[in-house]
């Protein structure tokens, strides 16, 4: 393990006019004030102020490992704790009163022969790999460890539980042909945001957290992690070798799904972002999101999903509207399920977040048509020729993941015709159902007269906090 002081860390670095230099415990001038003697007694020693700095200075990560878990929660509040599979979580309210995610995974706790053995783990499965080439997966990576893991075991004489010998496993894995620490990340069925701004050796990693103890339902907080170059660079080879897109100095926006669609990660790297590249990862939600399940959170009313129900049985055309992370792809899920399951569903988007696995497994037939950088033309004509296909690809239900611009041109004509033969409806960002409007009107040129009546429905959807604001 590697443990060392470093005064970049440092945020709380006390000058030395903080402390009394004179004999009687204040400078000449400071006897003058007489608030002096009121603060000197909140006045931390130079022994605690020392201890308060070396404590946050703390930067510890095993000598395979790329990003460092830093600082030290002793003494902070703790809010809650919880276990993940590959480590441990809690979560602190600090001394500047920011929410912090602590998470220490499993190998940065690994001492001694444990420690040595995960390190020779990784470079046998690394040595194998430059001897013979070719390709690996999981399985292979798991099998090449758990080979040489128990040959070195029963050779120390050393009595290993087979649980462990999975647990090594599964971090040489994650350490050879895995995503590093952003794997522990996206096993927390918690966490819906990962960000890592440029320089990311310079900032922390900053998650959105649900469901925390005795706050609102979504926490943005910091975590305890600095990721260095060598991890982000990790991350994207795999991002590009997985899509298949281009990322370099020409293109330097990478978007793609990924840990199996379960995530949307998008990149943004130099020249576009001059400190370095930055990521930004978004979880989609493990269980799909249904009318009961909105209502059981609370983000809707029975009588509103009772209203939305009989809407989509009836074949109406919705425009979801909201904010960024108001929740517009989540209602839209939930309204796919209320759909007959003979009734046949075209989904078109740019990012695999609409249920339509899950949907196929039970029953329901979902067409899925994915629009990203593989296909010609910009992102609105790939939509715009997306939406023309689907309408003629028989008598469907449209669910169009995002309208942006010129193809609302065509979702309106589709909504006017009826040519769908079947509700029609899609999620636009808009502040409110009136924005919407006037952007739908005004905007693409649409009189309003024209353009508004074919749109049964416009929902909009918000945060609580919004709410509040009455945006």
Same mark, same amino acid.
């Given at each position: 393990?590697?443990?060392?002081?470093?005064?970049?860390?440092?945020?709380?670095?006390?000058?030395?006019?903080?402390?009394?230099?004179?004999?009687?415990?204040?400078?000449?001038?400071?006897?003058?004030?007489?608030?002096?003697?009121?603060?000197?007694?909140?006045?931390?020693?130079?022994?605690?102020?020392?201890?308060?700095?070396?404590?946050?200075?703390?930067?510890?990560?095993?000598?395979?490992?790329?990003?460092?878990?830093?600082?030290?929660?002793?003494?902070?509040?703790?809010?809650?704790?919880?276990?993940?599979?590959?480590?441990?979580?809690?979560?602190?309210?600090?001394?500047?009163?920011?929410?912090?995610?602590?998470?220490?995974?499993?190998?940065?706790?690994?001492?001694?022969?444990?420690?040595?053995?995960?390190?020779?783990?990784?470079?046998?499965?690394?040595?194998?790999?430059?001897?013979?080439?070719?390709?690996?997966?999981?399985?292979?990576?798991?099998?090449?460890?758990?080979?040489?893991?128990?040959?070195?075991?029963?050779?120390?004489?050393?009595?290993?539980?087979?649980?462990?010998?999975?647990?090594?496993?599964?971090?040489?894995?994650?350490?050879?042909?895995?995503?590093?620490?952003?794997?522990?990340?996206?096993?927390?069925?918690?966490?819906?945001?990962?960000?890592?701004?440029?320089? #990311? /050796?310079? @900032?922390? &990693?900053?998650? +959105?957290?649900?469901?925390?103890?005795?706050?609102? !339902?979504? *926490?943005?907080?910091?975590?305890?992690?600095?990721?260095?170059?060598?991890?982000?660079?990790?991350?994207?080879?795999?991002?590009?070798?997985?899509?298949?897109?281009?990322? #370099? /100095?020409? @293109?330097? &926006?990478?978007? +793609?799904?990924?840990?199996?669609?379960?995530?949307? !990660?998008? *990149?943004?790297?130099?020249?576009?972002?001059?400190?370095?590249?930055?990521?930004?990862?978004?979880?989609?939600?493990?269980?799909?999101?249904?009318?009961?399940?909105?209502?059981?959170?609370?983000?809707?009313?029975?009588? +509103?999903?009772?209203?939305?129900?009989?809407?989509?049985?009836?074949?109406?055309?919705?425009?979801?509207?909201?904010?960024?992370?108001?929740?517009?792809?989540?209602?839209?899920?939930?309204?796919?399920?209320?759909?007959?399951?003979?009734?046949?569903?075209?989904?078109?988007?740019?990012?695999?977040?609409?249920?339509?696995?899950?949907?196929?497994?039970?029953?329901?037939?979902?067409?899925?048509?994915?629009?990203?950088?593989?296909?010609?033309?910009?992102?609105?004509?790939?939509?715009?020729?997306?939406?023309?296909?689907?309408?003629?690809?028989?008598?469907?239900?449209?669910?169009?993941?995002?309208?942006?611009?010129?193809?609302?041109?065509?979702?309106?004509?589709?909504?006017?015709?009826?040519?769908?033969?079947?509700?029609?409806?899609?999620?636009?960002?808009?502040?409110?159902?009136?924005?919407?409007?006037?952007?739908?009107?005004?905007?693409?040129?649409?009189?309003?007269?024209?353009?508004?009546?074919?749109?049964?429905?416009?929902?909009?959807?918000?945060?609580?906090?919004?709410?509040?604001?009455?945006?």
């Amino acid at each position: 393990m590697t443990r060392i002081l470093d005064d970049r860390a440092c945020g709380d670095i006390l000058a030395y006019n903080d402390f009394p230099v004179s004999g009687s415990g204040f400078s000449e001038d400071a006897q003058k004030r007489p608030d002096c003697v009121e603060r000197s007694s909140q006045t931390p020693t130079v022994s605690d102020s020392l201890t308060r700095i070396g404590r946050r200075c703390v930067r510890r990560k095993p000598a395979y490992a790329d990003t460092w878990a830093v600082g030290d929660i002793s003494g902070m509040e703790v809010i809650e704790s919880y276990d993940l599979p590959d480590g441990k979580v809690v979560v602190v309210r600090t001394e500047d009163g920011e929410i912090e995610y602590n998470v220490m995974p499993d190998e940065y706790s690994y001492h001694g022969d444990i420690g040595d053995s995960v390190s020779a783990a990784i470079d046998h499965v690394r040595d194998i790999y430059r001897k013979k080439g070719g390709s690996m997966d999981r399985q292979t990576v798991m099998s090449l460890a758990g080979v040489f893991l128990r040959k070195r075991f029963e050779k120390a004489e050393e009595d290993v539980s087979g649980v462990l010998v999975s647990d090594i496993c599964e971090t040489v894995y994650r350490h050879t042909l895995g995503l590093g620490i952003f794997d522990v990340l996206l096993r927390d069925s918690r966490i819906e945001d990962i960000f890592i701004d440029a320089p #990311c /050796e310079n @900032n922390r &990693i900053h998650i +959105t957290l649900n469901q925390v103890s005795g706050l609102n !339902a979504h *926490v943005r907080c910091r975590t305890n992690l600095v990721a260095e170059p060598k991890e982000i660079r990790n991350l994207i080879n795999v991002l590009k070798r997985e899509s298949g897109l281009l990322y #370099c /100095e020409t @293109n330097p &926006i990478l978007e +793609t799904d990924m840990d199996g669609g379960s995530a949307r !990660a998008t *990149v943004v790297g130099y020249p576009l972002s001059p400190n370095g590249d930055s990521v930004a990862i978004r979880k989609h939600s493990r269980m799909p999101w249904t009318t009961t399940r909105l209502i059981a959170n609370g983000s809707i009313d029975p009588y +509103t999903a009772g209203l939305l129900s009989f809407l989509v049985e009836n074949r109406s055309t919705f425009l979801i509207c909201g904010a960024r992370g108001s929740g517009k792809s989540s209602l839209l899920s939930a309204m796919l399920f209320e759909f007959p399951v003979s009734q046949r569903i075209l989904t078109i988007e740019d990012t695999m977040e609409l249920p339509g696995e899950r949907m196929r497994s039970m029953g329901y037939k979902v067409q899925s048509m994915l629009i990203d950088d593989r296909m010609e033309g910009d992102a609105r004509k790939r939509a715009d020729e997306a939406l023309r296909v689907s309408l003629r690809l028989g008598e469907s239900a449209i669910a169009l993941g995002e309208v942006r611009g010129d193809e609302a041109r065509t979702l309106y004509q589709s909504m006017r015709t009826g040519r769908a033969g079947s509700s029609i409806m899609g999620t636009i960002h808009g502040d409110s159902a009136r924005s919407v409007y006037d952007r739908v009107s005004m905007i693409w040129g649409y009189p309003r007269k024209r353009s508004w009546p074919p749109t049964s429905w416009s929902q909009w959807a918000h945060s609580e906090e919004e709410g509040r604001r009455g945006r």
